[in-house]
């Protein structure tokens, strides 16, 4: 009796604190940088809904154009998908939207490589499919946008970005 009594004081200043506040749902354009390994720039469109998401993303490494290395420089366009797994929680009724959500998802699409350097055998490597499972971390702001941490299997793996809604 007493655990219980402790899990509904656990959940209940939660859900009465993050009541107000609703979780973000609709279209928003995903904006941000990749920051580790490298960096670059990620831009998307996404369809927000209450346990998923769908979204179209472009990241891009483009550290190799700044810094003299060997390596190609990386654009990737992919379209996925996304479980928001504390979405589930607020769909079976445990409680309000807290302020966060955490997303675990899959992108799969096209990667294009390009370098100054390329030889034969790399312009023949440009065109890989990529496929990036990814975990995302989202937190609302007050104007209806939300600020993203995210990590994933395409480099650079770990992207700060903000979501602008469109609606």
């Known amino acids: 009796m007493r655990q219980i009594l402790l899990l509904i004081l656990f959940f209940l200043p939660s859900s009465a604190l993050f009541a107000r506040q609703q979780a973000p749902r609709g279209e928003y354009v995903q904006v941000g ?16 809904q209450s346990i998923y ?31 928001r797994l504390l979405g589930v929680e607020r769909l079976v009724g445990y409680g309000g939207y807290r302020g966060f959500d955490v997303d675990i998802g899959l992108r799969t699409g096209p990667g294009l490589s390009f370098s100054t350097r390329d030889t034969r055998v ?13 975990v995302r971390f989202s937190h609302a702001l007050k104007n209806s946008s939300a600020l993203v941490l995210e990590a994933g299997t395409a480099s650079p793996y770990f992207r700060l970005a903000v979501w602008i809604p469109l609606n």
Do not use: H
């Open 122 to 134: 790399d312009k023949n490597k440009r065109f890989v499919l990529l496929v990036e499972p990814y």
């Open 53 to 83: 998401t769908r979204e179209i993303q472009i990241i891009s490494d483009l550290k190799p154009l700044f810094i003299d290395r060997g390596d190609q420089a990386r654009v990737a366009a992919l379209a996925g998908v996304s479980l």
């Open 33 to 48: 940088a990749a920051i580790s390994p490298g960096y670059g720039l990620s831009v998307g469109m996404l369809s927000v």
